[in-house]
């Protein structure tokens, strides 16, 4: 069975960190993750991606500069850091792989990846 489970997520201040990580269980590492997140009363929204050995990284325009995608494919995990933290970054974040040995073409289509997470709640305080 695959799970995808999401972790690091909590509440900290503007300007703030926080590092978020998804560990992936019964499926290969070969394959594109990526981050979405949902906030309240929004549409869901990529965040970031990475190719399976993070030669290929995504970054949505909202957060570049600011968060960095990472993985450990040994521990078939993938890291979100997050830095310069707003309140608008407040929301639900997902993690999502996709099929193994596909490179999505355009990485923030939800729709190019096959799992998915649960998600792990960040709130922004100003």
């Known amino acids: 069975q695959v799970q995808l489970v999401e972790s690091g997520g909590g509440s900290v201040q503007a300007g703030g960190s926080l590092r978020l990580s998804c560990k992936v269980s019964g499926y290969t590492s070969r394959n594109y993750r990526g981050w979405f997140r949902r906030a309240p009363g929004k549409e869901r929204e990529a965040v970031a991606g990475?190719?399976?050995?993070?030669?290929?990284?995504y970054y949505a325009d909202s957060v570049k500069g600011r968060f960095t995608v990472s993985r450990d494919n040994a521990e078939n995990t993938v890291y979100l850091q997050m830095n310069s933290l707003k309140p608008e970054d407040t929301a639900m974040y997902y993690c999502?792989?996709?099929?193994?040995?596909?490179?999505?073409?355009?990485?923030?289509?939800?729709?190019?990846?096959?799992?998915w997470g649960k998600g792990t709640l960040v709130t922004i305080s100003s």
């Open positions: 990475i190719s399976t050995f993070g030669t290929s990284t």
């Open positions: 999502a792989a996709a099929s193994p040995n596909y490179l999505p073409p355009y990485p923030g289509n939800p729709s190019d990846y096959t799992y």
